[in-house]
């Protein structure tokens, strides 16, 4: 199959585009900025950029879009931006896609269009209430992407992701704080009780999900995508205690983070045949090697140009 | 008080305006076209410039903000447009009003936004479920609009409107349809079985609501601003009957059209004290009688073109 994958700039895309590909599909990227490495060939474009996103939608038979502000400190610090990116440009590729005949498009929504639990595990009937701008624009972009997909030939599915971790995830994620203090010497700093929990989902798995949401056989609709396995931040912060050594900080709760809920994940079972299958404890021993080689590498740069003749 | 209403080339809006005049406010109008009559000083432009916004918003103390796409089936036609001006542009316009100081923002929503009914009445808590480009993006504004607020010193209520008619109404509005094809002689189409009903709220009743809203004790949230009277599309047939003339025929029921639902109008009535005061009888006469009018005013014009000298 011919898949676009938007957002290979990004955290999750890449790992999608390459999934895919080790799937034996053809892909092609698009993202707004050129990504650091090449997997595959990518457009450089702007979603809204008509003429160009239906020359790149002939012959693509489906769609992995995971373009578009992925992280809720910057949509509620640009929430006009996270509007033209995540429900604007969600609007243009799914007009786009029903007019070039592509035949299923797969999005990138999350587990936080839920908003304040109404009852636990929070299954895709549970009611939406989304409460920051980054939640409130994935649940719009969905609902549109939805609507305009009726009765017409492609299938709309979005997957609502759980909170994610793996290689490349941004610097203010949790995990690569508490790796980078850690490696530091600096104490790891614990927002609230660090009993709240999240169902961190690998990025391998992941990018499973949507290789099996491309399956013809998966009905349109919405999916939870999250591991069954819920991890407090009191055991990341050993865990990375336990890998680099350290220790640990209470301080107060940041504001705008989703409260713990529970994430049923029986749906994506059933009708997609996925699961997670990385254990956390496997998962984030591999995401703090990743770090401590990513970081041993950006280490040897500074030495390198710091070194450097004429400096 | 000064109060920036935006939408004053629309239905609505110049009828807010008036009423806010009525009551002894100072008004200033914004719209992207310039209106058909000018009852306000307006400012013509569009919300997305940030610049112009932010000196318009200069010694504002409140907003009625009800520029948008307000027709359904031009939402469906054009939703980016619909990103565009009902999120994008209401998002922008919180965030200038924040930044400027505006101490109250009234926001023009509409009972869509709740989608097929879970329960009925359907109060403020009823699931939002909006299933078309129009009532998403609604929605979508409305929290938006709401999040922004927090934390300011704005203070955001969202209208969610019921069915709105009175002078000045889109033509593909039922009652002016109605209207027109009785006079013209021709039998009224009744969609479906014409029991379905509508909550027809008179736009003078709806001004009157946003006055209200903006009273500094109206608590800020989300309020359904409609008539607790039902009336069902039969009605409106057999008034336009009784007032013109005619027959009426029954076709098939008009895709997109949201179903028959009874909302609940306690809140407003408890927290704004607001409720609706025209009968539906008395209101669409006046609507018949206005249509009229402006039916024959329009022939006058045409006559009047077509004899003139040299054509």
């Known amino acids: 199959m011919r898949v676009l994958v938007t957002g290979v700039s990004g955290f999750l895309a890449p790992h ?10 053809t892909v092609v990227g698009w993202d707004a900025r050129p990504p650091a490495t090449f997997i595959v060939p990518v457009l450089v474009g702007d979603l809204l950029d008509q003429v160009m996103l239906s020359r790149a939608l002939t012959d693509i038979d489906a769609i992995c879009h995971l373009a578009g502000v992925g992280d ?14 995540n429900v604007m440009a969600t609007t243009a590729l799914v007009q786009a896609a029903t007019a070039a005949g592509v035949k299923r498009l797969v ?12 009852y636990q595990p929070m299954d895709e009937a549970h009611p939406t209430q989304p409460n920051n701008p980054y939640s409130i624009t994935k649940l719009a972009a969905e609902r549109l992407g939805e609507n305009l ?4 030939g492609l299938t709309f599915v979005a997957l609502r992701l759980g909170t994610a971790y793996g290689p490349g995830m941004r610097s203010s994620t949790v995990i ?12 790891l700093l614990i927002q609230g009780t660090g009993r ?29 995508i999250a591991s069954a396995e819920r991890v407090t931040i009191e055991q990341v912060a050993a865990a990375a205690v336990q890998y680099f050594g350290g220790t640990v900080q209470h301080t107060a709760m940041r504001a705008g983070e989703p409260p713990a809920a529970t994430i049923a994940v029986q749906r994506a079972r059933a009708l997609l045949g996925w699961q997670a299958t990385v254990p956390f404890a496997r998962g984030i021993e591999a995401c703090f090697a ?17 070194g450097a003749p004429g400096e």
Do not use: K
Not at 179 to 187: F, L, S, V, W
């Open 176 to 187: 690569r704080r508490f790796a980078e203090r850690a490696r530091q010497g600096q104490p």
């Open 16 to 25: 999608v585009a390459r999934a895919l590909l080790e799937a034996g599909h």
């Open 72 to 85: 809720v400190h910057l949509a509620a610090a640009e929430p006009i931006r996270a509007v033209r990116d």
């Open 290 to 306: 990743a770090l401590r080689a990513e970081q041993i590498g950006s280490s040897e740069i500074t030495a390198s140009i710091a």
């Open 149 to 152: 997909a009726q009765q017409s």
């Open 107 to 118: 999005f990138a929504s999350t587990w936080e269009v839920y908003g304040p639990p109404a």
């Open 196 to 224: 709240q929990f999240r169902q961190f989902t690998h990025v391998s798995d992941i990018a499973q999900a949507f290789c099996h949401a491309l399956d013809s056989a998966a009905p349109a609709g919405v999916y939870n």
